[in-house]
């Protein structure tokens, strides 16, 4: 009688892709069950490749969040675009992520026409998110569109925010993935530099305390990390000195608030958040300048690659 052939663990590198604020950094936390992704209300605030790695019993996924797909000719948004499509070629499955709680407009038509040319060769999974919030009915029309677009992807109904069918998408994603040893250890969630992952922190924290028109004015600069030895007197300490960059003096004074409030407020939040990274206490410096050229800098947007 013949042995049945065991299958090794299952290893790959996923895409998610989507229109802005479709959930894809919330699905990614969730997976992952850390945070790995800054989170805003702010369509767009995911500017790189995030990378956050879900370990399973079947393998390890390594998943790319990407920013969100917008349809625009600014020079800055033609290079998120640009990260998207490198993504999809690098990927080996791709999760294609639907906001149901928004009608199908041109943007989405132009990525799915974008994801409808790889997936012959890309195992592809879709995922109808926000159930909880979108009329069923929106749902359906969701999910029917997209079997017309992508007959041959399989579809999941979710909420990322709650986790509701995260773990069915990344079951499925790891049946479709290759055999092959996992990229990075299992107690890995995200292969992100510490220097990252603080500008990230910051980021967030003063997108969600600004108005509509800063966010995507912003840009943190790490210049300066530096553990200082206690001496006997507690915890080592985490020096560190970052920047907020803005590219009009107006959107300074949006920043540092009324008698520097608002900038001492993000400071606190993200000094808080950015101790639970780290075993020392933390002391940031954290200071906002203008730069009116920010995003036409190309070294800049190099940055935002890796």
Not at 138 to 161: G, H, M, N, Y
Request: proline share 6%.
């Amino acid at each position: 009688m013949t042995e049945p052939v065991s299958k090794g663990p299952k290893s790959a590198f996923a895409a998610i892709v989507g229109r802005p604020s479709a959930g894809k950094s919330t699905f990614l936390n969730q997976a992952c069950g850390h945070k790995v992704s800054i989170i805003s209300s702010v369509p767009q605030t995911t500017r790189n490749r995030i990378r956050g790695i879900v370990n399973r019993t079947a393998g390890q996924l390594v998943f790319i969040d990407t920013p969100g797909f917008h349809e625009s000719d600014r020079r800055f948004n033609q290079h998120m675009r640009g990260l998207i499509r490198e993504s999809i070629r690098d990927a080996e499955l791709i999760l294609y992520m639907i906001d149901a709680s928004r009608p199908i407009g041109e943007e989405e038509r132009a990525l799915a026409e974008t994801i409808s040319r790889h997936t012959e060769h890309i195992p592809t999974i879709v995922a109808i998110n926000k159930i909880d919030v979108a009329a069923h009915a929106a749902v359906d029309t969701a999910a029917t569109w997209i079997t017309e677009k992508l007959p041959d992807c399989p579809q999941f109904r979710i909420s990322a925010s709650v986790g509701d069918g995260v773990e069915a998408v990344v079951a499925a994603l790891l049946e479709r993935a290759p055999e092959g040893e996992p990229a990075y250890p299992e107690d890995h969630y995200t292969d992100q530099p510490p220097e990252f992952r603080v500008s990230e922190i910051i980021r967030e924290k003063a997108i969600n305390r600004t108005s509509q028109e800063v966010p995507h004015s912003i840009y943190v600069e790490v210049a300066d990390m530096e553990v200082r030895e206690s001496e006997g007197k507690g915890e080592d300490l985490l020096w560190i000195r970052a920047f907020l960059l803005v590219e009009r003096e107006s959107q300074k004074g949006m920043l540092v608030g009324k008698a520097g409030a608002k900038i001492k407020a993000i400071r606190t939040t993200a000094q808080k958040e950015i101790a639970e990274l780290f075993p020392y206490r933390i002391h940031l410096d954290l200071r906002v300048k203008v730069d009116p050229k920010w995003r036409r800098k190309e070294f800049l947007l190099q940055k935002l690659v890796n």
